[in-house]
């Protein structure tokens, strides 16, 4: 499975971004998909995730609310709209797959990572 994320950008505080997780290789329609974001000088801390079939999804409490998980497995896409953004978003975005959701908030959860997109929010 290979992931691509993309559309991160420079917004100012309370814009709106829409990032979407392309995925190619393997059908991922097994696979749940998750978002993760890096601050500079943070670990990578979960954001959302959504199930195979995009029936369940969670979010960390600090985007929840204003930000939303969804897929189309038809076009193997998974999008984050993130909404009402704050300064303290900024941070590079990343998507992962894995084939479970025993450790879904957790990086060892996940098998297959993209490469990530850099959210700039300006205050």
């Known amino acids: 499975v290979q992931l691509q994320a993309s559309g991160g950008g420079l917004v100012q505080a309370g814009d709106s971004l829409r990032l979407s997780c392309a995925a190619s290789?393997?059908?991922?329609?097994?696979?749940?998909t998750g978002w993760f974001r890096q601050a500079p000088g943070r670990g990578r801390e979960f954001v959302a995730v959504?199930?195979?079939?995009?029936?369940?999804?969670d979010y960390d409490d600090s985007v929840k609310g204003r930000f939303t998980i969804s897929r189309d497995n038809a076009k193997n896409t998974v999008d984050l709209q993130m909404d009402s953004l704050k300064p303290e978003d900024t941070a590079v975005y990343y998507c992962a797959a894995a084939v479970g959701l025993v450790q879904y908030r957790s990086v060892k959860g996940y098998d297959y990572w993209g490469q990530g997109t850099l959210v700039t929010v300006s205050s």
């Open positions: 959504i199930n195979p079939s995009g029936g369940v999804t």
């Open positions: 290789g393997r059908i991922v329609t097994n696979y749940a």
